[in-house]
């Protein structure tokens, strides 16, 4: 025996020599984490478990952070560049990134959605209480009502979760609503411990543990599942009653990001980890890389993790990220995530400027402190001046003795909206007026600003600055109405909604549907006031946030409901019955428009339309889309075998002959043709639809041809009965480069329709010229 241990012991040494280092002074200046992505297949039999391996083979203890083995098999360790490159060279490494910080995309949505009580959706699934939601943000509040247990049922036996205990988070936190809570902070502290842009948890504004200290995270939480909480409002605006899409659902919350510090990728992808393991049926994730510049799917932890959620059966709900009105915008664009962006709904908080002309301008504000009552002040606009710090009302950049007393015009961007206001309150101003520029266009949204405030868009700040500088003794005083509901039109696509076409694969549309994000009330927490500032000392039980990070978590609850109602639906079909149930019009019945721009939206916009959950409940036919439909696509946009494992998990073949990748059995067309080819060009699409519905159903198509296109289907008949269930047919799309009329987008839109006179199956047809590489 003991010879047998000392040749094991020598075994060891001779062949398992760690390839890094331990720490010198030198390494704790340029360390960083690194996220490795290991070939589990290679491990040697003599290592009882992955983490003996990695920590004998590739890194010391105290380097590695997390060990990756459900959605993503590897490790992330804080490393010296000069360890990683060695670590990257073994034979068993398939990738290695650098660990990247992300940013979060930050009460009448659950009945614009077309969720009404006791009917359609909500009754049939009993409000998704088999159904467990995970939600990936800053923690959550658990004392809010949003959150409470009542009446519901045990915890679904199947969850294998936990519930974290930490600073101010027990055990008692999680109830039979709030089942799981976890909190990931090691990549955040790797981060400030060796010189990273963050320093770690910060222990005098944040809370290590679920507990959430920013709001974000009891805001998404209750959106897509909080329950019934009456009389709900933030300071008297909103006023009803506050409720998530699927109010029964179970929560979990995995705190990964953290106040004022992002959320980092090696934290992130250890959330999907557990969230998996766990048993999770949804993940709402409403963070993103923003700059709207999305990574190649194998470079992106967000992608990586997401694919082996849904691989496993877990639906994974994305937010398409704030940098619109560009186009180009829009991040989460992996085709296995559903991708979210916002539109407004039909509550608004209006307010009016009067100025001292007698001309009336509209704005919007969430002010609930002592109003003007009417009194004419002076206005002033700091950047008449041509000072642009002064002008975007910047920290310390106004002269108290221009402003003091006064109105003040400030210009939105550059800083957070209602900070500007906290700089004009300390330069002695009386009150503001935020004005939109070019670039956000007519897109506003209510503030619960410290001082009396009123945003307007781009047409009303010009108009306000034109009367300052031609009147002699500008005044103005600013009138605060409240809620207002039954606004037409809506939804609107907000301006700040990430927009397509998609960057990395354009022939993949997204967003794939937008949602309500624009001025939506939830749960919020008591660690800060409604402003997410310091200095805002004012406490509320709900607050009123915008951005695609609300939108996301109303389709993550929606997807709860479809999968509470068909257990046996996979993410690609509930997401299927989202979109092609989507709808194209506003509430005047009209084609719904841009809030930029005011014309009509795109696809680009809106994907395939404005989630519309009745509809979606009993969609007809759905598009499923497979693993190895997943895996051909990889292998359609030219990744190799080793770089597909590295998302996959697993080693894969491609086909011989490359696949097409606009045949991904995807709810929309993309057709894309090159501007060097002159005269007719023809794309074909396969695609394959499941009867969901009544077993004998007969189908026809409906073309709607974008402008100089024609759309061929074969055949124009479906045809399903008891025994056959799925159907497959032949899109060919032809234009001709003469012809062929795009918008401003760059783009012409149609549609293509499956209809059985009770059901219509709706995709969107999107053509496009690409200048070749």
């Not at 008891?722 to 783009?747: I, Q, W, Y």
């Amino acid at each position: 025996m003991a010879t047998f241990l000392s040749f094991l012991l020598m075994f060891l040494f001779s062949n398992f020599v760690p390839k890094t280092l331990s720490f010198s002074g030198h390494h704790r200046q340029t360390a960083k984490t690194f996220i490795f992505r290991v070939d589990s297949h290679s491990k040697p039999s003599i290592f009882p478990t992955h983490y003996h391996w990695y920590t004998t083979e590739f890194a010391d203890p105290p380097q590695i952070l997390h060990t990756y083995d459900t959605v993503f098999h590897g490790f992330s360790a804080v490393l010296s560049p000069d360890q990683a490159a060695s670590v990257s060279r073994h034979p068993s490494v398939l990738a290695v990134f650098e660990d990247q910080r992300r940013q979060l995309h930050t009460t009448r949505s659950p009945q614009f959605l077309g969720l009404r009580n006791q009917r359609g959706l909500w009754s049939e699934s009993d409000y998704g209480s088999d159904v467990i939601v995970g939600v990936f943000d800053t923690g959550i509040w658990p004392e809010r009502r949003s959150f409470s247990d009542l009446n519901l049922g045990p915890i679904p036996s199947r969850w294998k979760g936990a519930c974290e205990v930490g600073v101010r988070f027990s055990a008692k936190n999680c109830n039979r609503k709030i089942i799981g809570a976890r909190f990931f902070a090691k990549g955040h502290e790797a981060a400030g411990n060796f010189g990273g842009p963050v320093s770690g948890v910060n222990d005098t504004v944040e809370f290590r543990s679920p507990r959430d200290a920013d709001g974000h995270g009891t805001h998404t939480a209750s959106t897509a599942a909080g329950r019934y909480a009456f009389e709900a409002s933030m300071a008297g605006y909103a006023s009803g009653i506050a409720k998530g899409v699927a109010p029964k659902a179970r929560l979990a919350a995995y705190k990964v990001c953290w106040k004022n510090s992002g959320c980092f990728d090696s934290d992130i992808l250890a959330a999907f980890d557990a969230a998996v393991n766990d048993g999770v049926d949804v993940i709402s994730i409403s963070i993103g890389g923003g700059d709207g510049i999305s990574s190649p799917y194998y470079l992106d932890p967000i992608a990586i993790g997401a694919y082996g959620a849904v691989s496993k059966g877990v639906f994974v709900s994305s937010s398409a990220g704030n940098d619109g009105p560009n186009g180009l915008s829009v991040t989460n664009v992996a085709p296995w995530m559903t991708s979210v962006g916002a539109g407004t709904i039909d509550r608004n908080f209006p307010a009016v400027i009067v100025l001292g002309d007698g001309r009336r301008l509209s704005g919007v504000s969430l002010y609930a402190g002592a109003p003007l009552k009417g009194k004419m002040y002076p206005v002033v606009y700091p950047g008449k001046s041509a000072m642009i710090p002064a002008s975007l009302c910047m920290e310390n950049s106004l002269d108290p003795n221009l402003v003091r007393g006064k109105i003040v015009i400030c210009d939105r961007g550059s800083s957070p909206r209602v900070s500007k206001g906290v700089v004009v309150k300390n330069a002695g101003g009386v009150g503001m007026i935020l004005a939109n520029g070019v670039s956000h266009g007519e897109g506003l949204v209510g503030d619960a600003h410290l001082i009396p405030a009123c945003a307007v868009g781009s047409d009303e700040g010009n108009a306000v600055k034109a009367y300052v500088s031609s009147d002699k003794s500008p005044t103005a005083t600013i009138d605060f109405h409240g809620t207002v509901i039954g606004i037409k039109p809506a939804p609107i696509v907000a301006s700040f909604s990430g927009r397509g076409p998609n960057t990395l694969n354009p022939e993949i549309l997204k967003p794939d549907l937008i949602a309500p994000g624009v001025n939506i009330l939830a749960a919020w927490t008591d660690a800060i006031g409604p402003t997410g500032l310091d200095s805002d000392t004012r406490k509320t039980e709900f607050n009123i946030l915008s951005g695609t990070s609300m939108a996301c978590p109303h389709v993550g609850g929606a997807a709860a409901l479809l999968k509470s109602a068909h257990p046996d639906w996979s993410p690609a079909a509930i997401r299927s019955a989202m979109m092609t149930t989507a709808s194209t019009v506003d509430n005047r019945n009209q084609p719904m428009t841009d809030e930029a721009t005011g014309k009509p939206s795109t696809p680009y916009d809106f994907g395939a339309g404005h989630l519309n959950l009745d509809r979606a409940m009993d969609p007809g036919l759905v598009y499923d889309i497979t693993n190895n439909d997943y895996v051909n696509f990889l292998c359609s946009i030219g990744y190799g075998p080793k770089v597909i494992q590295v998302i996959t998990r697993t080693p894969v073949r491609c086909p011989a002959r490359r696949p097409a990748s606009e045949n991904l059995n995807y709810p929309s067309f993309s057709a894309l043709f090159s501007t060097s080819t002159k005269g007719k060009e023809s794309k074909m699409f396969i695609r394959t639809v499941t009867n969901v519905g009544a077993p004998n159903s007969v189908y026809r198509v409906i073309v709607e041809a974008p402008k100089g296109v024609t759309v061929a289907v074969k055949p124009k008949k479906l045809v399903f009965s008891e025994a056959v269930k799925k159907r497959s047919f032949v899109v060919t799309v032809s234009a001709d480069s003469r012809n062929l009329v795009v918008g401003d987008s760059g783009a012409a839109f149609g549609s293509l329709s499956w209809t059985d006179e009770k059901h219509v199956v709706r995709s969107p047809i999107v053509v496009t010229q690409i200048v070749p590489l």
